[in-house]
């Protein structure tokens, strides 16, 4: 599967491996991936006070909505995702009893404009099909001043020999299939990195699609894993 592949395949893929889609996380990124989501979210909650309504777009199994609530358990926090079998596995989880999860594509939200303070996003907007629609569809869901963060593995500026000649080309694919048994879904990985944008043109198209300011910032050396934040 290329690192542009029909949303169809995205979702299946996302479908087949849901079950490993956790232990993978965890072994892929040595745990780094908590770290990276409470980094997020500690942006994302910032100044909003104790029951915000918020968002986790590209929720999968609900990972990030579980540390929104740990963090603020009187927060309203909706989940979707267009892959069931991964909100599935996430609901499982004790933890998400109280998130509202719901299947929807992140180009067509079934939420009224201006609902959430807050929306989250990790590690979803490298496989949208088409950015700009999902982008414009978070600016409508989110009032008017509410936060966006998005955390994101975006394509580096320079090829790095470490993560892109060998973690990423090498390591990943095995590990991944060793983990999950499916080898495309985490050849995948590494190509939907390298056919995506730098994080400076993503942020360029947030402000295109409504957002007034918008930053960013890298949350690992080398780039590895990155946030944008919008409001
Ligand atoms: C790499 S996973 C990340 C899951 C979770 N956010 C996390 O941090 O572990 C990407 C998720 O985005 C979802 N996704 C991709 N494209 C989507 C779309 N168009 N609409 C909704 N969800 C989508 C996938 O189904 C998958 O669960």
């Not at 542009?4 to 965890?26: C, E, H, K, T, V």
């Amino acid at each position: 599967m290329s690192g542009s592949a029909p949303a169809a395949d995205i979702r299946g893929m996302f479908d087949r491996i849901a079950g490993r889609y956790d232990l993978a996380n965890r072994i892929l990124s040595a745990g780094v991936d908590r770290f990276w989501r409470h980094q997020a979210i500690t942006t994302l909650l910032d100044g909003l006070g104790d029951s915000p309504t918020t968002l986790d777009l590209g929720a999968g199994t609900l990972d990030g909505a579980i540390a929104i609530l740990r963090r603020r358990p009187s927060a309203r926090v909706c989940a979707a995702d267009f892959a069931r079998n991964m909100l599935v596995a996430g609901t499982r989880k004790p933890a998400a009893a109280a998130v509202a999860a719901q299947v929807a594509d992140a180009h067509a939200l079934p939420y009224q404009d201006r609902v959430f303070d807050a929306a989250f996003s990790a590690f979803c907007v490298r496989n949208l099909r088409d950015r700009e629609l999902a982008l414009r569809e978070l600016r409508r869901v989110v009032r008017p001043g509410g936060r966006v963060v998005i955390l994101e593995f975006f394509r580096p500026r320079r090829p790095r020999l470490f993560w892109d000649g060998i973690y990423n080309a090498h390591v990943l694919p095995l590990l991944g299939r060793a983990v999950t048994g499916d080898a495309a879904a985490y050849r995948y990985l590494p190509a939907s990195i390298a056919a995506f944008v730098v994080r400076e043109e993503f942020e360029a198209r947030m402000r295109a699609a409504g957002f007034a300011k918008v930053s960013g910032r890298e949350l690992f050396p080398g780039g590895v894993a990155a946030l944008v934040v919008a409001e």
